[in-house]
C-alpha cells in the first residue's frame, strides 16, 4: 500500500505526459505506456501490483470522449481486471465496435481472473448493453441473448429475494426470445430466475407467453391472445410477427411425431393456412433448419428423415429429450448389433473379402456408439 500511495503521483505524471503524447505516433505511444505500466512490476507482492494496475487504468477513462480507441488500446496493455472500464469507456466514447471482439474470451477471462458472482452480473449486463447498439446484426442479437441467458442463470440457488432482483431482466430475456423470427429453442423454462415470474402478480403473463412459444401450438396461442389483447403491445410484441414464429413453431411440433409422415391437411389446419401455401411453410422451415424433410406432391404428404437422431429442432431440451435421445441411441446399438450378427452369420455364403469389409466398418460404428452411451447420463443423473 505504501508503495502504492508513493507511486500514485508518479503514475499522475507519467499518464499526464503521455495525454500530451496522444497526437505522436501510435508506436510512440505504446512505448510511453509501456514504460508507465513498468512501474508495475517493481512491487513487492501481487496485491500490490494490482493497486498499482488499477491506479494505472482509472487514469485512462479521464475525457473518455477524447481518442477513445487509443484509450481501449491503452486498456490492452494493462489487461488484468480492465474488462468493465475498457467496457465503460468503449460506451462513453461511442466506439464500442473496438471492444465486442473480446467477448468471445469472457468466459476464459471469468475462470483466469476468478470475478465474483456480483461482478460477472454487473459484466454480462453491460455487454448486453453494448450488444443493444448493434442489433440489427442477427448475430449480435443471439449473443445478447446469450449474456442475458448467462446473467439469469447466475442466479441458480439464490434466495427468493436475491432472485427478485433478476425479475426485470428475466422478462426482457422472454420478449427478447419471442422478438427474435430466428431463435426457436432456449432453456429459460427451468432457471428458477425465470420460474419465478410464473406466480408473479406483475409478470405472470410474460412466462405464460413464453411457454405458448415452447410448449404450445398455434391454436393455443392465438386464445392467449385473444384473451390478453394488449400484452404483446405493453412488450413492443407484434402480433403478426408472433404468429409467424408461431406457424414454424407449430409445423416443427407437427414433424416431431414418430410417424414422420405429415399431411398437407394436418399442416393446412395445424398453420390456419390455404393447402396452396403449405409447400412454401415447409421450405421456411427447411431453409430455417427446423426440419430435415422432403415434399410427396402426388400424395400430399411430407416426409420427415428418418436418419437424423432427432428429425425437428427440439424448443426445449430436458429430462424428457435426454431421455428419449438415450432411448433411441439404445436402439441404434441394438440394431446395429443385429446387422453385425446377420453379416458374420452370412459371411461364408458371399464374397468374404467384403463381408469382413463390412463387419469391420459396422463394428467400428458399433464401438463409437458404445462409447458415446458410455458417457451418456444415466436417468437417474439427468437434472
Not at 348 to 354: E, L, N, R, Y
Request: aromatic content about 8%.
Amino acid at each position: 500500500m505504501i508503495i502504492c500511495q508513493v507511486a500514485e503521483p508518479q503514475v499522475a505524471r507519467l499518464c499526464a505526459e503521455a495525454q500530451e503524447c496522444m497526437v505522436m505516433d501510435m508506436g510512440d505511444l505504446d512505448c510511453i505506456f509501456a514504460v508507465i505500466c513498468n512501474v508495475v512490476t517493481k512491487s513487492e507482492s501481487p496485491d500490490e501490483a494490482l493497486e498499482m494496475a488499477k491506479l494505472i487504468s482509472s487514469k485512462i477513462p479521464q475525457k473518455s470522449s477524447d481518442k477513445p480507441a487509443l484509450r481501449l488500446k491503452m486498456y490492452d496493455t494493462i489487461f488484468v481486471q480492465s474488462v468493465q472500464p475498457a467496457l465503460n469507456l468503449a460506451i462513453h466514447g461511442k466506439v464500442t465496435e473496438h471492444v465486442i471482439p473480446s467477448f468471445k474470451n469472457v468466459e476464459s477471462f471469468l475462470k483466469e481472473w476468478n470475478i465474483g458472482i456480483s461482478d460477472q452480473r454487473q459484466l454480462f449486463l453491460t455487454i448486453v448493453n453494448v450488444l443493444k447498439e448493434h442489433k440489427k446484426c442477427a448475430f449480435l442479437a443471439k449473443e445478447s441473448f446469450k449474456f442475458l441467458t448467462k446473467y439469469l442463470a447466475t442466479f441458480s440457488g439464490e434466495d427468493v429475494h436475491t432472485l427478485s432482483k433478476a425479475k426485470e431482466e428475466a422478462v426482457r430475456t422472454i420478449v427478447e426470445f419471442v422478438k427474435a423470427s430466428d431463435m426457436f429453442q432456449c432453456d429459460l423454462l427451468n432457471m428458477p430466475a425465470v420460474e419465478q415470474l410464473e406466480k408473479d402478480a406483475k409478470h405472470a403473463l410474460a412466462y405464460q407467453l413464453m411457454k405458448f412459444f415452447l410448449t404450445k401450438r398455434l391454436d393455443a396461442y392465438l386464445e392467449f391472445q385473444a384473451a390478453n389483447p394488449d400484452l404483446l403491445k405493453s412488450y413492443c410484441l407484434v402480433h403478426e410477427d408472433s404468429i409467424t414464429k408461431m406457424r414454424l413453431i407449430s409445423l416443427m411440433d407437427l414433424g416431431s411425431d414418430e410417424s414422420g409422415r405429415i399431411p398437407y391437411g394436418a399442416i393446412r389446419d395445424t398453420l390456419h393456412i390455404n393447402v396452396d401455401e403449405v409447400e412454401l411453410w415447409v421450405v421456411k422451415a427447411l431453409i430455417a433448419k427446423l426440419m430435415d424433410c422432403k415434399m410427396d406432391q402426388m400424395n400430399q404428404m411430407v416426409i420427415v428423415s428418418l436418419v437424423c437422431v432427432s428429425r425437428c429442432t427440439e424448443r426445449v431440451f430436458g429430462e424428457e429429450q435426454w431421455l428419449t435421445l438415450r432411448t433411441k441411441l439404445a436402439t441404434w446399438r441394438g440394431n446395429i448389433a443385429n446387422v453385425i450378427s446377420t453379416i458374420r452369420a452370412n459371411r461364408m455364403a458371399d464374397d468374404g473379402s467384403q463381408a469382413v469389409h463390412l463387419t469391420d466398418l459396422w463394428e467400428e460404428n458399433s464401438l463409437r456408439l458404445e462409447i458415446v452411451m458410455e458417457h451418456f447420463p444415466a436417468p437417474g443423473d439427468i437434472s
